[in-house]
């Protein structure tokens, strides 16, 4: 039986025709970009839960920085009326303490997807320390975010110094505002209550209330810094990395912009 083979077209080849024509689905696309999504070029990466997570967790750190900045920068007494009729620092440490249980209900969350989700879910909260090849590419990256290699690396899950910094300003730095959080909030509930039990070891561990609070407070600078460095690092990876990063994290799907493996 004789088969037909077709011959791939070229840009030149392409028969003229009106490309948003119904029949035509790939709109505008030349013969290079009909080769090119002929390949599969994207990967299933970020989970459901893990993208709710996401956008969930920083809409809560969102609130916790700025009522936070509040109650350790009280406003001057607001003449709104008398004191007696207004509530406005109320609502601030309600909002705060609202968004501090949606941050560590979502924390406990997101541990436990770790252990059920797939592979790249661990990331956060396991670095491969013990690989040479891992620091090898910790290195590599840092002369790519500082201009001095030309050409990036693929990774599909989160690049290695993305990883460390994850690990240590969200899984520790979460932690570490979780527990000093709650530990100023026992404060609030009373000695009696079951969780100044909990955390008073902790509180006397520090000393008082008052370097607790300064803790918890540089804690929300760390936390800061990550955020404007991971906003930054997301926007100029989507445009200088190899593959997508802020669509990702929204259908979960990275896409390579060439089919180059390494
Ligand atoms: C308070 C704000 C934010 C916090 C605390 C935060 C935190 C995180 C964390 C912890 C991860 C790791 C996710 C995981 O492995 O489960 C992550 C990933 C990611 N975030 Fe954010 N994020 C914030 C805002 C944003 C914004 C505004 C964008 C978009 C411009 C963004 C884009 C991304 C992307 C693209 C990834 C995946 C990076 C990769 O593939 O390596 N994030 N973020
Ligand atoms: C990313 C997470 C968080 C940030 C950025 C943050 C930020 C802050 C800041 C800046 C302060 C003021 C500290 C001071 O200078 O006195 C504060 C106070 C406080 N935070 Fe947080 N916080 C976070 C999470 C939590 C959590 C999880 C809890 C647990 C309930 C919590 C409970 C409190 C309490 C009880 C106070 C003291 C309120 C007062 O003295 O009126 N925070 N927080």
């Given amino acids: ?27 505008d696309a030349t013969a290079e970009d009909l080769e090119t999504i002929k390949r599969h070029t994207s990967v299933y990466v970020y989970e459901t839960p893990v993208r709710l997570w ?22 001057p007494t607001m003449e709104i009326g008398e004191a007696t009729n207004q509530f406005v620092f109320g609502y601030i440490r309600f909002a705060h303490f ?25 990331q956060m909260f396991r670095l491969p320390i013990h690989k040479a090849e891992w620091w090898k590419e910790v290195f590599f990256e840092m002369r790519w975010y500082m201009f001095l290699e030309k050409e990036p690396k693929k990774y599909v899950g ?36 079951w969780l100044s039990t909990l955390t008073g070891p902790i509180l006397a561990l520090v000393g008082n209330s008052q370097v607790m609070h300064s803790l918890h407070h540089l804690g929300m600078w760390a936390i ?39």
Wanted: aromatic share 12%; net charge negative.
């Fill in 1 to 27: 039986m004789k088969v037909e083979v077709e011959e791939p077209t070229t840009e030149l080849q392409r028969p003229k025709i009106d490309f948003y024509s119904a029949s035509v689905l790939t709109g």
């Fill in 54 to 75: 996401h956008w969930i967790n920083a809409a809560a750190i969102l609130v916790l920085c700025v009522t936070g900045w509040f109650i350790g920068n009280p406003p």
């Fill in 98 to 122: 609202a968004a501090a249980m949606v941050m560590t209900i979502g924390f406990f969350g997101r541990i436990y997807w770790s252990f059920v989700g797939n592979h790249h879910s661990k």
């Fill in 158 to 193: 989160h690049n290695p110094l993305a990883q460390i910094a994850m690990f240590f300003f969200m899984t520790l730095g979460m932690t570490f505002m979780i527990v000093t959080g709650f530990t100023l909030y026992a404060e609030g509930l009373g000695a009696d209550h």
């Fill in 224 to 262: 800061v810094i990550f955020v404007m460095i991971h906003i930054y690092a997301a926007i100029r990876e989507d445009i200088m990395s190899r593959q997508s990063m802020v669509s990702t994290m929204l259908s979960g799907h990275r896409t390579f912009k060439d089919d180059r493996p390494e």
